[in-house]
């Protein structure tokens, strides 16, 4: 569902980023909304979470989040900027940026997150 790239995993573990485009033939732009798409939160969260089970080697099951703010629209085409940090035992920060602009931030609450 998403195609990801230019994935990175810090030395010690605890950040991952990557980019992702986000194509325009997704089925969640065709209902959200007619004649002027968005990306929906839930599609968003989604995205983070596909990152999470991709590559980063974190055993993570995402129960929650807090502090979540969808600041800015992600419309068909957007290419996005997702940074992960994992500092704490149960949660993971997150940010999505388009042009260095941070679209959407918050924190994930995991279950079982392990480093490694």
């Keep these: 569902m998403f195609a990801f790239e230019n994935i990175t995993l810090s030395d010690d573990g605890s950040e991952l980023s990557a980019t992702c485009v986000v194509a325009a033939e ?3 732009f065709a209902g959200h909304f007619p004649g002027t798409p968005i ?4 599609a968003q969260l989604q995205m983070i979470e596909a990152l999470l089970h991709t590559r980063s080697g974190w055993q993570v099951h995402v129960r929650g989040g807090s502090a979540i703010k969808f ?3 992600i419309v068909p085409g957007s290419k996005l900027d997702i940074r992960l940090a994992h ?3 149960d949660a993971i920060r997150f940010t999505l940026e388009q042009d260095a602009r941070v679209v959407t931030k918050g924190t994930l609450q995991a279950a079982g997150v392990a480093v490694g």
């Design 87 to 89: 500092r704490y035992p």
């Design 39 to 42: 990306m929906p939160a839930v």
């Design 26 to 28: 997704q089925p969640f």
């Design 71 to 73: 600041l800015h629209r």
